[in-house]
């Protein structure tokens, strides 16, 4: 059976391959990759018992940017992170047959490490961090000693802009590059939005993160502008988005953001290491007037006006351990996001491995930041976060192309075996329909914003 998806694209889909069972190479890659993560290639797979979070991989927090205004500590980490209460179950997330009640409440050791000022000093200090949850991050959240949301004013940060409150960095490697790549986020002024600074080569280039910088949706998603590109962006947007940020600046010091674990679950914890602030200038955002509809053969997503931000989301995949699934995101809550949908790791299978490698791709896989998949299920030996992970991190992959419009949407977002090439085409169709939607917001009465929303230019 083809465990490739039923006329759908996937980030680790590189064309027909071999349709007709397992390629002779397959067991020396599932034990070479079993090797590499330090697991016995005997070993059976088994439950979801542990999972590394981010081997390797450092965290640095630094000063506050004097330009942006400090404000004062006005949310706890605990309840900001939606942590603790038996009340706080996560609204409007339906999925099937997710039984979380056997999952840890622990992983191993986790090699991030967090440098904070002491609460009554300037002092730096480091120390590690042991409280990973395969849930997400709320309980390392809760642990950490200095990530309180800052406010000021009196504006609501759900109505009005954020950005994080302090620099913050870490290392990692690129999925495909397989190199060390250094990643740090920088406060922005209001309206700045998104934008990413690839600093290497002895020069720097700023490509804003939107659908007009749009280089390729090919394995990921990459911006450009004109020679320089950036790959893999697609996971810290989601954060981001997941968490409500509207203005960052994003300097990587190579062509790829790195992997970490293969999921967003790390970018959310950086965000949250550098805490988040409250601006006083309202938000924007568009709000459909009618449906907006791609198609790809049997592959389609739908945008439908709403009330609330809404995904419902199905992939189909002739594979024993993926099948169907479904899910439906209601509603933007950054806790229900760190905890049903930042953790989904990205995933590929077995037999296009060597392809990819052979490409000159996915030199910096591992199990240790992919879910890979044989023909009977998945080779991890730590197993799944959840039992429909497969759809999760589609929605995860979902949320970070959406941020690619520049703005806020307010919509019903329906989708039918998706993957980079539909959202993004969705994305732009959006964008490229302005009679379909009306902006909301700061000066929306403007109707010269239409322009300014479709097509930013980088400072």
Known sequence: MDPRPKGQDHGFRTGEGDRGGSQPHNGRLRNALLHESGADPGQERGPPDRHLFARGHDLRVGDWDPAIPRGEPSVSPRAYAGA????????????????????????PRCALRQRARDPGGTEGRSEDL?????????????????????HRGGGSSLQTQQTIAEKVSCTGIGLHSGAPVQLTLLPARADTGIVIVRSDGGRSVEIPAHAKFIASSRL?????????????????????????????????EGPELPVMDGSAASFVYLVRSAGLFAQPERRRGLRLRRPVEVRLGERWIRAEPAREFRISYAIDFEHPAIGRQCLEIVGRNPAHFEREVAGARTFGFLRQ??????????????????????????????????????????????????????TWLQAHIRVERGGHALHLALVSEILESPAAWRVLGRDHLNRALVSAVRAPEAP
């Not at 603790?84 to 992983?107: F, I, K, N, T, Y």
Request: glycine content about 12%.
């Open 220 to 252: 990921a998603t990459t911006l450009g502008r004109g020679a320089d590109t950036v790959r893999t962006v697609e996971h810290l947007l989601a954060a981001l988005h997941g968490l409500g940020v509207d203005n960052a600046r994003v300097v990587i």
């Open 130 to 150: 042991t409280h990973c949850s395969p849930r997400g991050l709320c309980d390392l959240v809760a642990s950490l000693p200095h990530t309180a949301a800052y």
């Open 353 to 406: 491995v060597k392809t990819l490698w052979d490409a000159g791709l996915a030199k910096g896989g591992s199990l240790d930041n992919t879910l890979v998949l044989d023909d009977e299920g998945v080779i991890n030996p730590e197993g799944l976060r959840w039992p429909d992970e497969f759809v999760r991190h589609k929605v995860l992959d979902l949320y970070g192309d959406l941020m690619l419009l520049g």
């Open 84 to 107: 603790g209460s038996a009340g706080d179950q996560p609204r409007g997330v339906a999925h099937a047959a997710a039984d979380h009640s056997a999952l840890p409440a622990e992983g």
